[in-house]
């Protein structure tokens, strides 16, 4: 197993460990009658309710573990992060089990000095500064606010939608001669045609569009239009419109109200972000501008290499933190796969410069703030910090103590597929082509002739009723596609069917459709040697678990472990 591998199956034993309630160390609980399970749910909801989050229900050696980890932990095994969520009484046991186990692991990765590795200690520390830029960015976000004014607004130009024919025309006389023309008894649609014809516009085609998605010029002359009128021509971008105004309508629709909410809400948390690293910038740094701006890492002249080099100061912090040409670079250096040599060659890297910088201040000035304020000594940041330290240390100990004991063989691999072959079966493909019909008696005509030998080019060509190809509401691919991916209707139709045979289809009251069966692809097994990996990574991934299980065993011998929470409802 590869690296890539590996990383991936610790993920997702970290995570297992943390969250899954599947494999706990409690026995199934019987059979419950239905009244207890109700005085079951009641008391667990009592005891994970916010009002009971502090309270102990286990305790190993000197680390507690509340009430309100063991609702957290069973809320995201649940996939229910959202308050209120509820989770069953009957799992709380094994999920409180887990979390006993997994604090068992913690101490002993700490016991063998696993967090003073540097690369976890590393972790560690980043993990400490993230909390205190988290905390502090969440309480600045909390103030923000969204007036219900705006968001009525843009949520009126979201659902209100415009129905026009426009043209877009490169000179302004030859806009001004759309309704010169119209006006000498030509439509428009006739009008678009012949001055798509001359060369002298682009026909846009007609359709909604909503009025958030339009300039805000051509919404005005469409607002100013009569349906069935044209709007005076419009420059945008140097670009001239005029448009025939058909219809305006309003479609309601509660869940775009949600999005526009939220993109709002997305904004004006980007600018508070924005003013509040402003803020702290001016109060508690002093920042050589004129040096900033002179940066030019796309120069020959002095070069990234010399810049790298580079102890003049950029910025100096209230806490003596100071930001160098040098450590600046290097921090932009960060930012290019290739690095900042590569960038730069490529003229890219100097439009990065400002906006790296920000954030490079602004990390170090939400620490110093964060120090100022004390946030370390706060319940939320310890809290924080204990949460992701254990997940780090978990990970780390099953990593350095426990993966690389096991190991899955080429026979357990081979088993497992002998054992499991259906899952490893190519799904049966099928190639189509097809015409689309408004009615199905067309549709039906054509079949008959297209049986009968007519030539399905020619038929696709001249047969009557035919759907325009850019309303056709079903494509077919040129390359395969699977069966199980079919509509029910168009799968019910190929039944029995053989390369080269024609089928009907009726796909709805207005659209039917004369489907040939191209090629024929059976499902089939796969090669043992192409699933093996997939193979080898699932059953090293499973022997994960029980090996947890084994450790914590073992460490439970050697460990004081209390569980306070042991029934419910009685």
């Not at 399905?456 to 596609?481: I, T, Y």
């Given at each position: ?10 993920r ?29 749910s ?26 309100g ?7 995201a ?22 979390l006993v ?5 913690v ?8 967090d ?7 972790a560690i ?37 415009y129905?026009?024919h ?16 119209v ?14 014809a ?18 805000p ?55 508070a ?13 002093k ?22 080099k ?39 890297a100097n ?42 240390l ?19 691999g081979?088993?497992?597929y ?9 799904p ?18 054509a079949?008959?002739k ?35 991916s ?19 289809w009726?796909?709805?009251d ?20 192409e ?21 914590a ?14 029934k419910l409802?009685?």
């Amino acid at each position: 197993m590869n690296a890539a591998q590996l990383r991936s199956v610790l993920r997702i034993a970290v995570a297992a460990a943390l969250l899954s309630p599947v494999v706990g160390r409690a026995a199934p609980a019987p059979e419950t009658p239905p009244e207890k399970n109700t005085a079951n749910s009641r008391a667990l909801a009592r005891i994970l309710s916010p009002d009971f989050a502090t309270t102990p229900v286990a305790k190993v050696d000197a680390e507690v573990i509340t009430a309100g980890q063991l609702a957290d932990a069973m809320l995201a095994a649940h996939g229910e992060h959202h308050a209120g969520a509820k989770a069953g009484a009957t799992d709380y046991r094994a999920t409180l089990d887990r979390l006993v186990d997994v604090q068992l692991i913690v101490l002993e990765a700490r016991e063998e000095g696993i967090d003073e590795l540097p690369k976890v200690k590393a972790a560690i520390e980043k993990t400490e500064e993230s909390k205190l830029k988290d905390i502090l960015k969440g309480r600045e976000l909390a103030k923000v606010k969204v007036d219900k004014a705006s968001v009525d607004r843009a949520y009126e130009l979201a659902v209100t939608e415009y129905r026009f024919h426009a043209l877009s025309i490169p000179k302004e006389e030859d806009a001004k001669d759309v309704a010169v023309r119209v006006k000498k008894g030509k439509t428009f649609d006739e009008v678009a045609r012949q001055m798509a014809a001359e060369q002298k516009a682009g026909d846009r085609g007609d359709g909604y569009v909503s009025a958030d998605k339009l300039a805000p010029a051509i919404k005005a002359a469409l607002d100013k239009a009569k349906p069935g009128g044209i709007t005076a021509p419009v420059n945008v971008g140097g670009t001239w419109f005029v448009a025939l105004f058909i219809e305006k309508r309003r479609k309601d629709d509660p869940k775009v109200r949600e999005s526009v909410e939220e993109t709002i809400l997305a904004g004006k948390r980007e600018e508070a972000l924005t003013s509040y690293y402003q803020a702290l910038a001016k109060k508690h740094a002093k920042i050589d501008k004129k040096l900033l701006h002179s940066l030019d890492y796309e120069a020959a002249k002095p070069g990234v290499e010399a810049l790298a080099k580079d102890g003049r100061v950029l910025a100096r912090i209230d806490s003596g933190k100071v930001v160098t040409v040098a450590s600046f670079t290097s921090e932009l250096d960060k930012q290019f796969f290739h690095g900042v040599e590569d960038a730069a060659r490529q003229k890219r890297a100097n439009q990065r410069i400002q906006v790296v910088f920000d954030s490079m201040m602004f990390r170090y000035l939400l620490v110093d703030e964060a120090n100022r304020q004390k946030l370390r000594d706060t319940d939320e940041y310890k809290k924080a910090v204990k949460e992701s330290t254990d997940r780090l240390l978990f990970g780390a100990f099953l990593e350095n103590a426990i993966l690389p004991t096991l190991q899955v063989t080429e026979a357990e691999g081979k088993k497992y597929y002998e054992d499991h072959k259906a899952e490893f079966t190519t799904p049966a493909m099928v190639r189509l082509d097809g015409l689309a019909f408004a009615q199905v008696k067309d549709a039906q005509a054509a079949a008959q002739k297209l049986k009968a030998g007519t030539d399905f080019k020619w038929m696709a060509q001249n047969a009557d009723g035919l759907v325009p190809a850019d309303k056709v509401s079903f494509q077919f691919e040129a390359a395969p596609v699977m069966v199980g991916s079919l509509p029910e209707g168009l799968a019910k139709a190929l039944s029995g069917a053989r390369e080269g045979d024609y089928r009907l289809w009726a796909a709805s009251d207005r659209e039917a459709y004369v489907v040939r069966l191209l090629k024929e692809i059976p499902a089939s097994p796969q090669p043992f040697a192409e699933v093996q990996e997939s193979i080898q990574k699932k059953l090293f991934s499973d022997k994960v678990g029980p090996a947890v299980k084994d450790w914590a065993d073992k460490l439970r011998k050697h460990h004081d472990v209390q569980l306070y929470l042991t029934k419910l409802g009685e």
